[in-house]
């Protein structure tokens, strides 16, 4: 079955750029979306289709998506990011989630 | 704005059966154009997809839990619900109703989610 890779942890300081990456097998073939989750809090689409918004998250949050590997991107990092980031595409005959990073704000 | 609660059980009997319904307000389930997914997170681990359901009854599940869910829908209601058969400790989870765009075969992702509930399967 289709595998998604997620680093397990990513440290940025305030401001500063953070990026998420989700490896697969030619990943770049397919859509791939991304989910926010905070403790005792429901998963929130940040990312769907590689690279769009869903209406209130912030433009800070892009995505891009090539080869092996896909890539969440928020800019101007603030406190309130820190959260986990999961990757998560359709596997062929099934929703398949990566691992997921925790991203720590300094 | 659709908005999606979760109600069941928290507490399950092992070899028992875990049941739960989500419960869709402000869009119609049977106004079609969207699944309607059940989704569990382990305690500190990851997101696990279990399955989705099509207002007209069609269901797709996670080859892992094809044996033992069975996922239904209500319209009349406006609900949809899980049954996990012959459920372990490994089946504690917090288990999430989810609102889901699919594109056959293709693509699929959830743009809306419950509030989740943790089911403890224990003695």
């Known amino acids: 079955s289709y595998v998604l890779t997620q680093t397990p942890s990513v440290s940025v300081a305030p401001g500063k750029t953070a990026r998420i990456t989700c490896g697969g097998n030619n990943i770049g073939s397919k859509s791939v979306h991304w989910y926010r989750k905070t403790p005792g809090q429901a998963p929130v689409l940040v990312i769907y289709n590689g690279n769009d918004r869903p209406s209130g998250i912030p433009g800070r949050f892009s995505g891009s998506n090539s080869g092996n590997t896909a890539t969440l991107t928020i800019s101007r990092v603030e406190a309130g990011d820190e959260a986990d980031y999961y990757c998560?595409?359709?596997?062929?005959?099934?929703?398949?989630f990566g691992g997921g990073t925790k991203l720590t704000v300094l | 704005q659709v908005q999606l609660q979760q109600s069941g059980p928290g507490l399950v009997r092992p070899s028992q059966t875990l049941s739960l319904t989500c419960t869709v307000s402000g869009r119609s389930i049977g106004s079609g154009g969207h699944y309607w997914s059940w989704v569990r997170q382990h305690p500190g681990k990851g997101l696990e997809w279990i399955g989705f359901i099509y207002y007209s009854g069609s269901t797709y599940y996670n080859p892992s839990f094809k044996s033992r869910a069975t996922i239904s829908v209500a319209t009349s209601k406006n609900q949809f619900s899980l049954k996990l058969t012959s459920v372990t400790a490994a089946d504690t989870a917090v288990y999430y109703c989810?609102?889901?765009?699919?594109?056959?075969?293709?693509?699929?992702?959830?743009?809306?989610w419950g509030q989740g509930v943790l089911v403890t399967v224990s003695s």
């Open positions: 998560q595409v359709w596997g062929g005959s099934s929703v398949i």
């Open positions: 989810a609102r889901t765009l699919y594109y056959y075969d293709n693509n699929a992702y959830f743009d809306s």
